[in-house]
């Protein structure tokens, strides 16, 4: 099952966290969620949610 762990506010964000996790050997999945909002939720298999969660944190606080 996919989860979410981030909505980012523009398609830019979004892409550039997937790339990110993506690089960390991750499997993720961007999804629109809002056109109208121009939001994007990224997602995650649920088994791999704690450690994507700690890498996560380091890229949103660089």
């Known amino acids: 099952m996919w989860t979410v762990i981030y909505i980012a506010p ?3 964000i979004a892409e550039r966290i997937k790339q990110k996790l993506t690089e960390e050997g991750f499997l993720v999945q961007v999804r629109g969620i809002s056109l ?3 939001q994007f939720e990224i997602v995650v298999p649920e088994g ?8 996560l944190n380091s890229i949103l606080h660089r």
């Open 48 to 55: 791999e949610l704690e450690e994507v969660q700690e890498v």
């Open 10 to 12: 523009t398609a830019k």
């Open 36 to 38: 109208s909002k121009n």
